[in-house]
């Protein structure tokens, strides 16, 4: 079966520049491993440098988390994905967390 590797930008600070507390990433991780036996978290923030299309407002130096997980593409698998970026676009209290996959082929 085809497999998908998955990946989550978290913030580490919402909009007003507050640390985001621990327990959103600690429920974030029990909502993972609940559905998929593991993933990894990256050990250092990225930098983000970005413009948002729609108001043209220019972010700069923004810290995210990686996550990221390999899992079957299957259609469970998908909509689980989707209906999480809705879970943590509100725990996050963010317009739109990035998650994208693409498709995993091994060598």
Not at 8 to 25: A, C, F, G, V, W
Not at 49 to 75: F, H, M, S, V
Request: glycine share 2%; charged share 30%; proline share 3%.
């Amino acid at each position: 079966m085809l497999q998908i590797k998955v990946e989550i930008l978290l913030p580490l600070y919402y909009i007003d520049n507050t640390r985001i507390e621990d327990k959103k990433y600690e429920e974030t991780h029990d909502q993972i491993k609940k559905q998929f036996e593991g993933f990894t978290m990256g050990d250092r923030p990225l930098l983000a440098y970005w413009r948002d299309p729609k108001t043209g407002i220019r972010y700069d130096n923004e810290k995210n988390a990686l996550y990221w997980l390999l899992c079957d593409k299957t259609q469970k698998n998908i909509n689980f994905i989707r209906k999480l970026r809705t879970a943590l676009n509100e725990r996050f209290k963010q317009k739109s967390i990035l998650i994208y996959y693409v498709n995993v082929y091994r060598f």
